[in-house]
């Protein structure tokens, strides 16, 4: 799986956020590594330098394989925070999405026995 991390100007306060949201994100995915191609990471403070409640979002994007990309969007007071809302949500939103697929996969047809 590729990670892929973005953000503006405003929110890398410190030197290791993306290696932490990185980091925090790959743990919270690690089940679905094998069937994910890519994940981008993008991260934002929606108000700039203005304070607010809940205006740093994290938006995660995962494509799995030979399937439509699943995005999801976090939204807390820290990065971090936002980040790791975002991963949850989309973890559970992958379970629903590989669960469906073992689910709805069918064995092929036996053959009609006379």
Request: hydrophobic share 30%.
């Amino acid at each position: 799986m590729q990670v892929q991390f973005n953000s503006d100007s405003s929110v890398m306060g410190t030197e290791n956020v993306a290696e932490r949201i990185e980091a925090s994100v790959r743990e919270k995915l690690a089940r679905f590594d094998e069937r994910l191609t890519r994940v981008e990471i993008h991260v934002r403070d929606e108000n700039a330098r203005k304070g607010g409640a809940d205006d740093k979002a994290c938006t995660i994007e995962a494509r799995p394989r030979g399937g439509r990309a699943i995005g999801v969007t976090g939204r807390a007071d820290k990065v971090d925070d936002a980040a790791r809302r975002a991963a949850s949500t989309l973890a559970q939103r992958l379970e629903r999405h590989f669960g469906k697929e073992s689910r709805h996969g069918h064995d092929p047809r036996p053959e009609k026995v006379l």
